[in-house]
């Protein structure tokens, strides 16, 4: 597993209105699908762990703000874009924002069934990216979301996020599963 970097950015709250948000969906799926297409899909997965290529991601899809909501914007409006057609792109985006962070395990594991991966060594490299992120850096960011963006041939990228709110900075920490082993 390659710690692929952070990046730090403002602490912002709020909402992105949800025209904007099916907007930058529609746009990153055909961002995807072009990769998808010419490149494969290790190529997306190679470019979402790095936090520079995924911040002008989200320039280019429309958030044009420099803040924490970059991540939960363009992985939310991906993940209703890309989940649904997952079976012709081979990739599928779980987990969330709070309380949907929870969920990923789950998700993985549904997955790794539908796709005969190894489920438990799937899980084992969310919540250990999850736990040397949240944990073992001790940098005072607490983690409140993590996507754990998934191939159907096992190859992943982890995209978690945490915030200080006494600095009003918010952290991004990627790591990636290089050529589509199962690295811990």
Known sequence: MINAGTIGMPLHFGRVPS??????????????????????????????SDPNWFQALGAVMGMHWNS??????????????????????????LGGKGKRMGWTTKQINRVS???????????????????????????????????????????WTSISQGMNRQTRRARRYHWHSPYGRIVC
Do not use: W
């Not at 969906?25 to 010419?38: H, T």
């Not at 970059?70 to 990739?91: E, M, Y």
């Not at 992120?133 to 993590?146: E, F, I, K, M, P």
């Open 19 to 48: 025209f904007l948000t099916e907007r930058m969906g529609k746009m990153g799926n055909a961002i995807v699908e072009s990769i998808v297409e010419n490149y494969g899909k290790s190529e997306v997965l190679t470019r979402m």
């Open 113 to 155: 069934d539908n796709h005969g991966l190894p489920g438990q060594e799937l899980v084992h490299a969310c919540n250990l990216t999850r736990r040397v992120d949240n944990n073992a850096v001790q940098d005072g960011y607490g983690l409140y979301q993590q996507y754990f963006i998934l191939s159907d041939e096992g190859e």
């Open 68 to 93: 924490s909501g970059v991540t939960a914007t363009v992985l939310g409006s991906l993940q209703r874009q890309i989940n649904p057609r997952s079976k012709t792109l081979g990739l599928h985006i």
